[in-house]
Nanobody, 115 residues
Framework: QVQLVESGGGLVQAGGSLRLSCAAS????????MGWYRQAPGKQRELVANIISGGSTTYAASVKGRFTISRDNAKNTVYLQMNSLSPEDTAVYYC?????????WGQGTQVTVSS
């Protein structure tokens, strides 16, 4: 059973930065899509960013230019660098790794941005 272990969430003031990390508990094929989603209270879970094995990335319009997703295939880890955070970024952030044969989710990490 693969587990995704997230870290790096917390409380930060508006304008600040955080870096989220998500590591798979075992080695998995790098032929996958690794991504970050978030869910704010009372809202649906939404895609924040994803990155395919070749390195191409996709970002939600609301985070483009502020967030950067990256991956280290050797470490089975995906990162999300979040800069210029605003209170609207407050949510639980979930890591996701999926391919044609599997779809794994992390337990979520809280990010709270104070004004």
């Amino acid at each position: 059973q693969v587990q995704l272990v997230e870290s790096g969430g917390g409380l930060v003031q508006a304008g600040g930065s955080l870096r989220l990390s998500c590591a798979a508990s075992v080695s998995i094929s790098s032929s996958n899509i690794m991504g970050w989603y978030r869910q704010a209270p009372g809202k649906q879970r939404e895609l924040v960013a994803n990155i395919i094995s070749g390195g191409s990335t996709t970002y939600a319009a609301s985070v483009k230019g502020r967030f950067t997703i990256s991956r280290d295939n050797a470490k089975n880890t995906v990162y999300l660098q979040m800069n210029s955070l605003s209170p609207e970024d407050t949510a639980v952030y979930y890591c996701n790794v999926r391919s044609f044969v599997y779809n794994y989710w992390g337990q979520g990490t809280q990010v709270t941005v104070s004004s």
